[in-house]
């Protein structure tokens, strides 16, 4: 089974930054792309970033393009979203997804919460 470990969530003020991690395990981390999302309080969870397998393309929410980075250390079978200029608009849960065929596997999530 594929475990996903998001970490590094927590408060924040507005304008803040922080790093997210997301460890995955049992899984031929390099062979697939990866993804973060986001679900806040009483909302559907919603894509933020993506990354192929080797890093070279990313995709980004217009919400949060400019101020957000995905990047992945495939030696570290780790996948990061560094958070900048953060929003209270950010606050939610957020997730770490893998895709493979048949079937997609999420993390537990954590929480980051941005205070004005």
């Known amino acids: 089974q594929v475990q996903l470990v998001e970490s590094g969530g927590g408060l924040v003020q507005s304008g803040g930054s922080l790093r997210l991690s997301c460890a995955a395990s049992?899984?031929?981390?390099?062979?697939?792309?990866m993804s973060w999302y986001r679900q806040a309080a009483g909302k559907e969870r919603e894509s933020v970033a993506s990354?192929?397998?080797?890093?070279?393309?990313?995709y980004y929410a217009d919400s949060v393009k400019g101020r957000f980075t995905i990047s992945r250390d495939n030696a570290k079978n780790t996948v990061y979203l560094q958070m900048n200029s953060l929003k209270p608009e950010d606050t939610a849960v957020y997730y770490c997804?893998?895709?493979?065929?048949?079937?997609?596997?999420w993390g537990q999530g954590t929480q980051v919460t941005v205070s004005s």
């Open positions: 997804n893998v895709r493979v065929p048949g079937t997609g596997y």
């Open positions: 049992r899984l031929t981390f390099s062979n697939y792309a």
């Open positions: 990354i192929t397998r080797a890093g070279g393309s990313t």
